[in-house]
Structure formats: C-alpha cells, structure tokens
C-alpha cells in the first residue's frame, strides 16, 4: 500500500498568512497614527508661531520715519505656554533688523506676498521652527517690506511625537495580537469541515465502502465527489467478483452432480465388478473435479475477503459449537465422535465469521478425512496471554514422514493421502484466512496419540 | 415421512426421490418454485430439500417466504455455489442445513437425519417389528425392553432391513446402502456389521437370517 506522506499543513499554512497580512496591517496603523499625530502636532506648533507673529506684526507701526515694534507681552506668552521652549523673534524691514535676535536665520523666501512662510532649521544648537509673516509698512513716503520672524525650539514637540509613537505601537502591537487571535479562530473555524471529513473517513474501517458525506463545503464537494464515484464502483466491482465466484462454482458443480447421480445409479445397476470399478473411478472424478473447482473458488473468495475484512466480535467457542454440527452429520457415518472442550470465558476474537468458519471447517474436514472410523476428533479452546487457540486433534494417520513445510502451499499434500480425494487447497485457505486475522496455523502431531494437530492461534480481542 | 424435494435438474432429482424411497420416505418433486408452493398448500411435510437456482426464481427468496409464513417445517438447501459466503447467508436466512452439489447420498441421508432429529425429537418415526422397536432419529433399538445405541452402520442396516421385513436383501444391495462408493470393500465385510446386529438383537423375536447364495432377511422367530 503506498504511504502517504505530510508535506506542511494547511491550518498553519493559513495561520501564517494570516498573521502575515495582520503584520503589515499593525505596520501601517502606526506609521499612519505616527505621520498623522506628527503632521497635528506640527500644525498647532505652526499655527501659534502665526498667531504669535501677527500679534507682534499688528503692533509694529510707523512714525515719523521709524519703525517701532511693542512687542506684546501675550505673543510671547502664548509661545511660552509650551513647556521648557525657548522661543525667539526678530523683526526686520528691508532685511535690516529692527529688533530681536538679529541672527535669526530667514527663511530663504521670506516673501513678499503677505502670505507667512515656515521653515525648520538649527538655531544655536536647537532645532527650531521658524515662521515668518511679511507685511508691506507704510514709513514716511516709502513702502518698506516688515517681516516678523518668531522661531521656537522644537524639544516638546520631539518629546510628544516620541509620546504619539509609542501610543501608535502599543496600538498597532494591539491590533497585531487581537489579530492574530481572530486569525487563530478563523482558522480553526475554516479547517473544521476538513478535519471532520479526515476523521470521518478514517473512523470507517477499509470495508466500509458506503458514500463518505451527503453535505459539504463547496470546496470540498468534487473531492468527495469523486472519492463517492470512486467507492461506489469499487464496492459494485467487488460485489461482482463475489457474484462471478458463486456463480461460476454454480456452473462447474451442476452438471458434475449429474455425472455423479447417474454414475451412483449406474453402480447399483451393474453387476461386472470391472463395470462397477469403472463407475467408482468415474464417481472419484466427478468428486476430485468438483472439489478442487469448489476449493480453487473458495480460495478466489477467501482471498479476496482477506483484502476487505468484514471484522466483528465473534465467541470463538460458539463459531467451532456451529462449525460442529454443522460437519457432525459427516462425521456419524463414520462414528465419528467430535467433542469440544475450552475455557467457559468468551474466547472473543475480532474477525470476519464467515472466513473463519471456513477456516476451521477446513480444519475438521480434514481430520473427519482421515480419521478412522469409530475415533474421536477433539477440537479444544484455549486462551493465552493475547491469544485464543483453537487446537483440532484427530486420532488418524498423522502427518507423515515427509517434508511438512509443503503442506500450506497451494496443490501440496502429503505423502501418505495419496488414496484420499483432496484438492490441495485446505490448509492453503486457512492459512490465508489466519494469517489476514494476524494469527498463524500449526501443524504438529498429536501428543497423547497417533493423529494429528492443527493449531489456530488468533489475537483475541 | 413426507419429504417435499424442489429442485430443477430432472435426473438429479429422480436419484434423489428414489434413494430417499429406499429408507421409506415418500418424496414429492417440484421442478419450480409454482409447484412447490401448491404442493405445500395441499400437504404438510416433515422436511423440504431446496436448490437455491430455480427457473422461476431464486430459492433464497422462497426460503424468506418460507419463513415469513410461520412455516417451521425444516429445509436443507442444496447448492452449488461457492461455499464461503453462501453458507452462512443461507443459515442466516433460516436454512437447517446445507449440503453442497454434488454430495455422497449417505450425506444427505445422515444430514436429514440430523436435522429431523434437531427439530422434532424422535418420538414420531418409531418403527416396530414383533418386539423391536427401532428408532432411527435417535438411534437407537429396544429389544424386548432394553434399549441399545446404535452405530451409524448398524442404523443403516436396520433402515433397510425394516423398510421390508421378510424380504430378501443381496449383500451388494447392502454394500451400496452401507458404504460411499469409494469405500472399496468386499461384500464379506457386511457380515461384521449383520454379526453386531445380531448381537443387538439376541433376546427378542427378531433375527437376521442368511439365506445362503443370496443375502440377508429380518424376519420373526
């Protein structure tokens, strides 16, 4: 049988995938809630840097010819109301500074348009942020561009977007987790049909050819539809070839009865004894052939149960009991007695009855064979550690000197039964059958007397 | 007793009703499933030997019938088939026994013997002659009030002999009632077998007698 083998799983292929896109998700939350937090905190920085200078730049005016500059107290202190910064300022007409710090840098278009203009840059070893406000002044007869610079450093706004950052991972490490947990569930929850229909088809054991599920995800609907197909027409094919089988034993039996009924009658009816020998021969023919065609038949059968075990619980004293009477009719006509000895437990084994009956019937057809009249065969049960046995002693011409290894082949029989009919097959079905059930069969002479013993040893169940 | 055979193969059958006549059983035939059931509609009989492929139908369905109807009248099927399934679908279905073409008529004797004796004790097929009762079912004779076990050959040997008391039976005649054909045995060896009967039947009013040159009778003293 070829063995399948795992390669990767599916669950953890989907488990991986999923936690992958969760990843690149719980990335993207935070650098979007970082950039966005940034972009906020720099607006409102802006924003007061504005508000601030148009306060300074309404309060610059011209007179007599110069410029004077009161810089309110609230511009500043609007800056001031972020902790810790520094802020600066310088107020210049023409590019001459009118007061302030007049090192400030400019921003490079510091432009003429009355619209302000931001810029970042490094003043006196800060980073600061710069805005600058131009606005057209009056002064005397000419029109001088003021521009009002107010510039603040930067280390609040660092330490609130270190602040935003860690927020946004805590965030995004959230998102990652709770994520990964939906995805552990949805998985599970998506891999459930396909575990059930694993566990379902390895529940039933291989004889159990019956459709596999009536309802399934729609994935799944041409696998399993296809494994129906498939089962269907293994268990039509095999249904046939037990047809075949019965009903070719049918055909080759049939007309062979006739041949023996009219060779019996015929045998009464004459009188020359080489006429009767002729008639026994043909009687001994018609037997041999039916036997064999029967045994070859059953073996077909046996074999191809073997395959397919219809295992159940069986009472192993209760299948020889049945096995018995069903041979003792046989063994009467030649006074034989079959007795039927064993442990009271239940002997239980786990097999296909009909086989096994076979089996042990085969066994007892041998030793009412070739038993004498007036003997006894002694079937008797015993139960080892693991194991039932079913020894089968007869009182009859044993098994010969010869090789005994032969005797379980097919066609091999032994050297002192040329003059019984027999196919050769017997022994060959049961040990098929035994060893399909993971026994085996022995075969030694009977201990207390001349005969033979069959051994059947079974695992019971 | 009434046997009712239902068999399709003629010859077949002829061998059967006239091998069964010869213990006294009285056999009626039905080559199909049709006839047999107006056979059973009309008599009741102790046994029915069933073949399973019929031309109007399969035996195991008449069998269901059969059983369906509380008919407990014992069956014994005879087939052909394969052995290994049909066996124990066929006592699954209600069969008593089953016996697999072709069969040793000794078998089917002894097999009708078994069943009848499972199934209806052996109080109705006594059969008695002066002082002897013979029992075939269970095997037994009683002579003069004691009651010996019989061996398979000797039960045999009293069939015949008390199917026709007074007649005269050939030692080949008892030769083929005795043994299986290829049992090859010289007609000397039924006098072991008349010698136990003998012996069976000292005390009473029956003898088995020689008639020199021809064979054996039974008759009264």
């Given at each position: 049988m070829t063995v399948v083998h795992a390669r990767g799983s599916l669950r953890r292929r989907l488990l991986l995938q999923l936690l992958l896109v969760a990843a690149i998700l719980s990335f993207a939350l935070y650098f979007t809630v970082r950039v966005l937090a940034q972009q906020a905190a720099e607006t409102t920085q802006d924003n007061i840097l504005i508000a601030s200078a148009t306060a300074i730049s309404e309060a610059a005016?011209?007179?007599?010819?110069?410029?004077?500059?009161?810089?309110?107290?609230?511009?500043?202190?609007?800056?001031?109301?972020?902790?810790?910064?520094?802020?600066?300022?310088?107020?210049?007409?023409?590019?001459?500074?009118?007061?302030?710090?007049?090192?400030?840098?400019?921003?490079?278009?510091?432009?003429?348009?009355?619209?302000?203009?931001?810029?970042?840059?490094?003043?006196?070893?800060?980073?600061?942020?710069?805005?600058?406000?131009?606005?057209?002044?009056?002064?005397?007869?000419?029109?001088?561009?003021?521009?009002?610079?107010?510039?603040?450093?930067?280390?609040?706004?660092?330490?609130?977007s270190l602040q935003i950052s860690i927020a946004a991972a805590a965030a995004g490490i959230g998102f990652f987790l709770l994520s990964g947990a939906l995805s552990w569930f949805a998985t599970n929850n998506a891999m459930r049909p396909l575990n059930r229909l694993a566990k379902s088809v390895e529940r039933r054991g291989p004889q159990d050819l019956s459709p596999v599920a009536t309802s399934a995800p729609t994935e799944l609907v041409p696998l399993l539809q296809s494994l129906n197909t498939f089962m269907a027409r293994l268990s039509a094919s095999l249904a046939r070839t037990e047809d075949f089988i019965a009903e070719a034993a049918h055909h080759v039996r049939t007309p062979l009865a006739t041949v023996r009924t009219q060779s019996e009658i015929a045998l009464r009816s004459v009188r020359k004894p080489e006429n009767k020998q002729i008639l026994r021969e043909v009687i001994r023919a018609a037997d041999e052939s039916s036997r064999s065609a029967g045994q070859l038949l059953d073996h077909a059968m046996v074999a191809l149960r073997s395959d397919n075990l219809e295992k159940e619980q069986l009472n192993m004293k209760d299948l020889a009991q049945d096995v018995i009477r069903s041979i003792s009719p046989t063994a009467d006509l030649k006074d034989i007695r079959i007795t039927c000895s064993g442990s009271d437990t239940t002997s239980a084994v786990e097999g296909d009855p009909i086989l096994l009956q076979n089996a042990l019937r085969n066994l007892l057809d041998n030793a009412v064979k070739y038993s004498p009249e007036d003997s006894r065969i002694k079937v008797e049960i015993s139960e080892g550690a693991s194991t039932v046995r079913i020894d089968?002693?007869?009182?009859?011409?044993?098994?010969?000197?010869?090789?005994?290894?032969?005797?379980?082949?097919?066609?091999?029989?032994?050297?002192?039964?040329?003059?019984?009919?027999?196919?050769?097959?017997?022994?060959?079905?049961?040990?098929?059958?035994?060893?399909?059930?993971?026994?085996?069969?022995?075969?030694?002479?009977?201990?207390e007397r001349r005969g033979t013993c069959a051994s059947l040893t079974l695992p019971s169940a | 007793?009434?046997?009712?055979?239902?068999?399709?193969?003629?010859?077949?059958?002829?061998?059967?009703?006239?091998?069964?006549?010869?213990?006294?059983?009285?056999?009626?035939?039905?080559?199909?499933?049709?006839?047999?059931?107006?056979?059973?509609?009309?008599?009741?009989?102790?046994?029915?030997?069933?073949?399973?492929?019929?031309?109007?139908?399969?035996?195991?369905?008449?069998?269901?019938?059969?059983?369906?109807?509380?008919?407990?009248?014992?069956?014994?099927?005879?087939?052909?088939?394969?052995?290994?399934?049909?066996?124990?679908?066929?006592?699954?279905?209600?069969?008593?026994?089953?016996?697999?073409?072709?069969?040793?008529?000794?078998?089917?004797?002894?097999?009708?013997?078994?069943?009848?004796?499972?199934?209806?004790?052996?109080?109705?097929?006594?059969?008695?002659?002066?002082?002897?009762?013979?029992?075939?079912?269970?095997?037994?004779?009683?002579?003069?009030?004691?009651?010996?076990?019989?061996?398979?050959?000797?039960?045999?040997?009293?069939?015949?002999?008390?199917?026709?008391?007074?007649?005269?039976?050939?030692?080949?005649?008892?030769?083929?009632?005795?043994?299986?054909?290829?049992?090859?045995?010289?007609?000397?060896?039924?006098?072991?077998?008349?010698?136990?009967v003998r012996k069976k039947l000292q005390g009473g009013r029956v003898r088995i007698e020689t008639v020199r040159g021809v064979g054996y009778r039974m008759t009264a003293t």
């Open positions: 005016r011209a007179e007599r010819g110069q410029i004077l500059v009161d810089v309110p107290y609230s511009a500043l202190s609007m800056l001031g109301s972020i902790a810790e910064e520094r802020v600066f300022y310088r107020v210049t007409a023409n590019d001459l500074t009118v007061t302030g710090y007049d090192d400030l840098p400019a921003p490079a278009r510091a432009a003429e348009t009355g619209k302000p203009v931001f810029a970042t840059a490094i003043y006196r070893d800060d980073e600061v942020r710069i805005a600058a406000l131009p606005r057209r002044l009056t002064v005397g007869d000419e029109t001088v561009i003021l521009t009002v610079l107010v510039a603040q450093t930067r280390l609040g706004l660092a330490a609130v089968v002693l007869d009182e009859g011409r044993g098994l010969g000197d010869g090789d005994r290894s032969h005797l379980t082949e097919r066609f091999g029989r032994g050297d002192n039964v040329r003059d019984i009919i027999g196919s050769g097959l017997g022994l060959t079905i049961v040990e098929e059958v035994v060893s399909a059930h993971g026994g085996s069969l022995a075969l030694t002479d009977n201990p | 007793m009434r046997f009712l055979l239902i068999e399709d193969n003629e010859k077949l059958a002829a061998a059967i009703v006239e091998r069964l006549g010869l213990d006294g059983h009285v056999v009626d035939h039905a080559p199909d499933l049709e006839t047999a059931a107006d056979c059973l509609a009309g008599t009741g009989y102790e046994l029915i030997l069933l073949d399973i492929m019929l031309p109007d139908g399969d035996g195991r369905s008449f069998l269901e019938w059969h059983r369906t109807c509380d008919n407990d009248t014992p069956v014994i099927v005879l087939t052909a088939r394969s052995e290994v399934s049909d066996r124990v679908r066929m006592l699954d279905l209600g069969a008593d026994d089953y016996i697999t073409k072709p069969f040793d008529f000794s078998e089917l004797e002894a097999r009708c013997r078994a069943v009848l004796r499972r199934r209806q004790g052996a109080a109705r097929n006594q059969k008695t002659y002066e002082d002897v009762v013979f029992d075939p079912l269970a095997g037994t004779v009683a002579v003069a009030g004691s009651v010996f076990e019989l061996r398979n050959r000797e039960l045999r040997l009293l069939e015949v002999f008390f199917s026709a008391p007074d007649m005269i039976f050939s030692k080949s005649h008892l030769v083929d009632r005795l043994f299986s054909y290829d049992e090859e045995v010289s007609e000397n060896a039924i006098e072991v077998y008349v010698g136990r």
